[in-house]
Antibody, heavy 122, light 110 residues
Framework: QLQLQESGPGLLKPSETLPLTCTVS??????????WAWIRQPPGKGLEWIGS???????HSSLSLKSRVTISADTSKSQFSLKLSSVTAADTAVYYC??????????????WGQGTLVTVSS | QSVLTQPPSTSGTPGQRVTISCSGS????????VYWYQQLPGTAPKLLIY???QRPSGVPDRFSGSKSGTSASLAISGLRSEDEADYYC???????????FGGGTKLTVL
C-alpha cells in the first residue's frame, strides 16, 4: 500500500523559506502518469492546490503562489519537495502531499499524506 | 472566496438521502471532470468520486456523483453517523491552469 509522509519545520518566522519533504513508501515515485502534488489547508478553511511535480519532470504551480514556490523530486530517495519562500502568517496551514494519476482528466488525488501543520509566527 | 461554490453546511438523519451541490463555470466544471473528497475530523481528505461519477475501490455505492453543465452534485443515500465529515468538490480550471476546490460542505448527521 502506497504511503506518503510529510516532514519539515513546524514553526517558521515571517520572511523565512519553508522546506517540506514528502517521502513515498510502498511504491516508486517514477512511472508514467504518476504526478505528485502539494495541497494546503489553513486552520478551519478549505483546500488549496499549491503545485505538482509531473512524471515527465515538469512542474506547475498555482498562479497566486508561483513566484514563491519551488517543487522538485529526488527519485533515488523516493521523495519530492516543496520550498515556499518569504512566508507570512497567511501561509500558516496544514500542508499535505498527494499523488494524482493521469493529470487533469485522471483519477484525482488518490493517495494523501497525513499532513503537517506549519505555523508562521514571529 | 473559492472558485467552486458549495453550501457551507447540510444535515440529515440516519437513513436519509442528502445531496451536496457544487457550482462552477465553463472553464472548470463545464469542461473538465469533477472530483469529490471526504475529510473526516482531524484526518487527510479521501478521494470519494473521480471523473464525475466513478467510485474508487472501497467506496460504498451509497455515494454517487453527477454533473450537468457547470454544476455537480454528490449524493449520499442511507446516511450513517460515520458520514459526518467535510466534503469538497474539485476540478481542473483551464483559465488559471490549476486545480480548484470548493469551500467545503460540513455534513452533520442528526
Amino acid at each position: 500500500q502506497l504511503q506518503l509522509q510529510e516532514s519539515g519545520p513546524g514553526l517558521l518566522k515571517p520572511s523565512e523559506t519553508l522546506p517540506l519533504t514528502c517521502t513515498v513508501s510502498g511504491g516508486s515515485i517514477s512511472g508514467t502518469g504518476y504526478n505528485w502534488a502539494w495541497i494546503r489547508q489553513p486552520p478551519g478553511k478549505g483546500l488549496e492546490w499549491i503545485g505538482s511535480f509531473y512524471y515527465d519532470g515538469g512542474t506547475h504551480s498555482s498562479l497566486s503562489l508561483k513566484s514563491r514556490v519551488t517543487i522538485s523530486a529526488d527519485t533515488s530517495k523516493s521523495q519530492f519537495s516543496l520550498k515556499l519562500s518569504s512566508v507570512t502568517a497567511a501561509d500558516t496551514a496544514v500542508y499535505y502531499c498527494a499523488r494524482h494519476y493521469g493529470g487533469s482528466s485522471g483519477i484525482g488525488f488518490e493517495y494523501w499524506g497525513q499532513g503537517t501543520l506549519v505555523t508562521v509566527s514571529s | 472566496q473559492s472558485v467552486l461554490t458549495q453550501p457551507p453546511s447540510t444535515s440529515g438523519t440516519p437513513g436519509q438521502r442528502v445531496t451536496i451541490s457544487c457550482s462552477g463555470s465553463s472553464s472548470n466544471i463545464g469542461s473538465n471532470y469533477v472530483y469529490w473528497y471526504q475529510q473526516l475530523p482531524g484526518t487527510a481528505p479521501k478521494l470519494l468520486i473521480y471523473r464525475n461519477d466513478q467510485r474508487p475501490s472501497g467506496v460504498p455505492d451509497r455515494f454517487s456523483g453527477s454533473k450537468s453543465g457547470t454544476s455537480a452534485s454528490l449524493a449520499i443515500s442511507g446516511l450513517r453517523s460515520e458520514d459526518e465529515a467535510d466534503y469538497y468538490c474539485a476540478a481542473w480550471d483551464d483559465s488559471v491552469s490549476a486545480w480548484v476546490f470548493g469551500g467545503g460542505t460540513k455534513l452533520t448527521v442528526l
